[in-house]
């Protein structure tokens, strides 16, 4: 089995659509800490994330796709210190993942300017 970059690509690409998902989530717990009623969104990152050859390729995210928006069953008080932690997470997730994508368009550039 051989690695290529369109591979990469693809494996970014579901990391970014993950990372959005969790970005939406999150900010709809933040505007509605005070809505009664309302139940917790999350996305569960370990169910596209395994710990097969390929860390971002699971069974799961092949056949659902980027949609991974939970509702937490059990109803709980959000704790907008913790929303608010855990977006700072994402947003160090997502940095990451556009150097990433940054990385691999330039490791493709690198390899079509030397194949001229």
């Known amino acids: 089995m051989t690695f290529t970059s369109l591979d990469s690509i693809g494996k970014t690409n579901?990391?970014?659509?993950?990372i959005s998902q969790k970005q939406r989530a999150l900010g709809s717990n933040v505007a509605n800490v005070d809505t009664p009623g309302y139940v917790r969104r999350d996305i569960d990152f370990s169910q596209y994330l395994g710990t097969m050859n390929s860390p971002l390729e699971t069974k799961l995210s092949t056949a659902l796709g980027p949609s991974g928006i939970m509702e937490?069953?059990?109803r709980q008080e959000i704790d907008i210190a913790e929303e608010l932690t855990e977006m700072q997470k994402n947003s160090l997730l997502y940095t990451m993942a556009t150097r990433r994508m940054s990385n691999i368009i330039t490791e493709m550039k690198t390899v079509i300017n030397v194949g001229k």
Not at 14 to 18: E, Q, S
């Open 14 to 18: 579901l990391m970014l659509d993950l």
């Open 72 to 74: 937490d069953r059990q």
